[in-house]
């Protein structure tokens, strides 16, 4: 059973960004569903409390590279619109959309964020945080003609990702984010 998306704040990422590539069509509606509910591979990936950038290096068995879609900043928050894709193969491997806390990061962590180049949570291994990611919830979504186009897909393809937290071994959070699978897999 799946039940429509409501719009905790982490969540205002997501339907704010499929209102974004919609261009004015309808947007894909995402749904909530259990972590039981995924399929085996994005259950893999999703259902835990790592940071998701180290997870899929070690899926893919390749770094990720950072492709930033959109960025804007208030305040002490930066929402980014990211794609990380291997970077050999150049194959998507997720869509990432998130708000982090700028006033919770350390300044060598704040400089890399603003730089582009890098994941946020390879910033924040580098710069020795310590991190857990907390999932508030599991979704999947079928595929739009825009999502399809980031990552590669079929339109109509399901999607699966997670909304999550991080934070830092205090509790303070440092980061909200939803984190949408490509479905691809390693070659």
């Known amino acids: 059973m799946t039940t429509p998306v409501t719009t905790p704040a982490e969540l205002d990422l997501l339907t704010g960004f499929l209102r974004l590539q919609a261009e004015g069509s309808t947007p894909a509606t995402p749904y909530w569903i259990s972590a039981d509910a995924l399929p085996e591979t994005p259950r893999h990936l999703l259902a835990h409390d790592?940071?998701?950038?180290?997870?899929?290096?070690?899926?893919?068995?390749?770094?990720?590279?950072?492709?930033?879609?959109?960025?804007?900043?208030?305040?002490?928050?930066?929402?980014?619109?990211?794609?990380?894709?291997?970077?050999?193969?150049?194959?998507?491997?997720?869509?990432?959309?998130i708000e982090m806390h700028l006033d919770a990061l350390p300044a060598a962590a704040l400089f890399a964020v603003r730089q582009r180049r890098i994941p946020f949570g390879a910033i924040l291994s580098a710069c020795g945080?310590?991190?857990?990611?907390?999932?508030?919830?599991?979704?999947?979504?079928a595929a739009d003609d825009s999502i399809a186009r980031?990552?590669?897909?079929?339109?109509?393809?399901?999607?699966?990702?997670?909304?999550?937290?991080?934070?830092?071994?205090?509790?303070?959070?440092?980061?909200?984010?939803?984190?949408?699978?490509?479905?691809?897999?390693?070659?």
């Not at 208030?74 to 150049?90: I, K, P, T």
């Not at 999932?135 to 979504?141: K, Q």
């Open 50 to 97: 790592h940071g998701m950038t180290a997870t899929l290096e070690a899926f893919w068995g390749e770094r990720m590279r950072l492709t930033v879609l959109h960025t804007a900043e208030e305040s002490v928050r930066l929402r980014r619109h990211v794609l990380l894709s291997g970077a050999d193969s150049g194959t998507p491997a997720e869509l990432g959309l």
């Open 150 to 187: 980031l990552l590669r897909v079929a339109p109509g393809q399901a999607i699966y990702g997670r909304a999550t937290t991080l934070y830092d071994t205090g509790g303070k959070t440092l980061a909200t984010a939803v984190e949408l699978l490509s479905g691809h897999r390693p070659a």
């Open 129 to 141: 945080v310590s991190f857990r990611s907390q999932p508030d919830g599991f979704l999947t979504l």
